[in-house]
């Protein structure tokens, strides 16, 4: 019988609650702002750390995952009889994470040989941020519950990901510009004219799509740009990050325009928000251009 043990990081944006429901072990990014050292999801809330990131003259800075804390859950799992690992994690390009999770499996099966045959360990690229791998992950553990199998499971995530386009919005362009986001000329000009620009993240890339004129025209901007790409009747879930308003608009908009409500709606969280911004709208879905 499979035993499947399901991992992810915190910049999934799966909260403690989920994270507890769900039996997933997540792995908390850690964060330096100034000369304080926070866990994202642990030491500070969401809301609270917006306020220290609006507080900051700097971009925080986010560390990676390190080989050794993989092993040593590895090690863990192992020795409670799991027989398959699913972790899905973030973009590999966005961080040493990936590739220190890579590591970590090679270092495991050389300390334990005779695991090889007894827990199969599969690594997943997300090839995006936040909810966008946060959600599979959870439908995986459903999946599970219902009795369906580990190539079952993986073979979902897997489409999920192929198929997957975020495109958000950060409402003020200063995070973006120091992070490298957006040339800085083209952050000076946009914030003189009130332009947003709106985003799109699929396959590892995040790219300027359009700009919207304007605060008002941020949310029928990215209901335009999702309505021209969703596939007819797939789940998607909308984003938000400071202001409980923008999160309401966006999910009110999508669901008269696809005629159902999102999955859920997600509050950003530290890992997003320190290189984005604290106010942020955007929605996750499935495009149908997707290769």
Known sequence: MEKIKFITDSASDISLEDEKEYGITVLNYKITVGDKGYVSRIDV???????????????????????????????????????????TLINREASATFSNAETAISDFYSDHPEARQRMEIKLIDSRNYTYGYGYPVIEGVKMADRGMSYDEIVKFIED??????????????????????????????????????????????????????????????????????????????????????????????MTEAVGYPPEKCVQIGPIISSHSGPRVAGVVFQSKFAK
């Open 45 to 87: 809330s969401n809301r609270q750390y917006y306020d220290i990131l609006a507080a900051s003259p700097e971009i925080p800075k986010t560390s990676q995952i390190f080989t050794h804390e993989f092993v040593d859950l590895f090690e863990d799992i192992y020795s409670q009889g799991y027989t398959h690992v699913i972790m």
């Open 160 to 253: 999920w990901l192929k198929h997957l386009v975020i495109y958000f919005v950060p409402y003020t362009l200063k995070y973006a510009k120091k992070s490298g986001r957006i040339p800085g000329a083209v952050a000076v000009v946009g914030e003189a004219l009130g332009i947003k620009p709106i985003m799109r993240i699929y396959d590892h890339v995040i790219a300027n799509s359009v700009m919207a004129r304007g605060e008002k025209r941020v949310v029928p901007t990215l209901v335009d740009k999702t309505m021209s790409e969703i596939i007819e009747g797939t789940p998607y879930i909308t984003l938000y990050g400071c202001e409980d308003k923008d999160g309401d608009a966006i999910t009110k908009a």
